[in-house]
């Protein structure tokens, strides 16, 4: 999400928090460390992540905001984009907020961040093929109008069910949001409305993956996360995940074969965080066993739960303290007078 310059005042701060930052990512790292840095100069403000499961070790990302119609693979072996997408058909993308993968390798890209805080009057999906080989090229995107039943709103979390194929966005309120689903099937001709199917309390929710098997539902915020255990779309907290401390932590997703949860930030060189999924996992989406075939149509329903990370980094509640009073400032300044 696009933010106003940092007012002098916080100056201090902002440096404070950048020193600090830089001593913890010299520590020691207390969980996996497969993560990789996007070394692409034109990427400064991945927003979205998702794993391909045609190119292993490849991950889907994008900007946010206006930097136009276009998509990353990024080699986590290298760090390096190995293909560039150009979108076509879908206009001029507004505010980019995730990406996902659906059933037969189709992309999702969600357009769908309202940084004028949920007051347009809709919102767009495009859906696209993943290509099968990984070069520079053009490709058709199918754009789809979403609205909200309940008015407009802010998202940065949109999720594909990879058994269904049904959509699903998650909006971001500093309150806590609530979960939407799609049609059955999107239309390229109408408006799509998107329906409440349940609430996340205590989560300003920035990103959203579901597990390979569809069995499981991560939602991500700043400083915090929370797996959820699906249950037809009766989404129930299973448990509170380790989240990384990062600049701006924006885009979440699952490794393909369900034992890792990937963690991605904003910002230029941005780095991308591995954490063991707890219990190693629900399994990979070729192991043709999930709980979680239905559509997920099941009413209104109640996720309990928090948005704090389950474990600090030692030596790292400095910097999350610096962090919060910066971030915290920041969006008191952006509010109107």
Excluded: C
Excluded at 138 to 155: H, L, M, S
Excluded at 159 to 175: C, F, L, Q, S
Excluded at 241 to 250: A, H, I, K, T
Excluded at 278 to 305: C, E, K, L, W
């Amino acid at each position: 999400m696009r933010r106003r310059p940092l007012h002098p005042f916080l100056a201090g701060f902002a440096g404070l928090a950048a020193i600090l930052l830089a001593a913890v990512s010299a520590a020691p790292a207390v969980a996996a460390d497969d993560g990789f840095t996007m070394k692409d100069p034109r990427i400064t403000e991945s927003s979205g992540l998702a794993a391909s499961r045609q190119h292993p070790g490849v991950y889907w990302t994008h900007n946010d905001s206006d930097d136009g119609a276009f998509l990353y693979a990024v080699d986590s072996e290298t760090g390096e984009t190995v293909a560039t997408v150009t979108m076509t058909g879908v206009g001029t993308p507004r505010d980019v907020e995730a990406i996902s993968i659906g059933p037969d390798n189709r992309l999702y890209v969600g357009d769908i961040g309202d940084n004028l805080g949920g007051t347009w009057a809709y919102v767009w999906i495009y859906e696209l093929p993943e290509p099968k080989e990984l070069t520079d090229q053009t490709i058709k995107a199918t754009q789809y109008v979403v609205k909200y039943e309940d008015g407009a709103r802010d998202a940065e979390a949109l999720m594909v069910h990879p058994k269904t194929g049904r959509v699903y966005i998650a909006d971001k309120n500093e309150a806590g949001g609530s979960l939407y689903e799609g049609p059955a099937e999107l239309s390229a001709s109408g408006t799509n409305v998107f329906k409440k199917v349940a609430a996340v309390p205590d989560l300003e929710v920035t990103d959203g993956a579901f597990s390979p098997d569809g069995k499981h539902l991560a939602l991500r915020a700043y400083f915090g996360a929370i797996l959820y255990d699906w249950n037809d779309g009766k989404i129930k907290k299973a448990e509170r995940l380790s989240v990384p401390l990062q600049r701006q932590g924006e885009s979440v997703t699952f490794t393909t074969d369900g034992s890792t949860i990937m963690y991605g930030s904003e910002g230029s060189g941005s780095t991308v965080v591995a954490r063991d999924v707890p219990g190693g996992g629900s399994g990979s989406d070729g192991s043709g066993s999930s709980s979680s075939d239905g559509d997920g149509s099941s009413g209104t329903t109640q996720a309990d739960g928090d948005g704090t990370s389950s474990t600090v980094k030692v030596g790292a509640l400095a910097v999350a303290g610096a962090v919060v009073v910066v971030w915290g400032f920041k969006r008191l300044l952006r509010r109107p007078s």
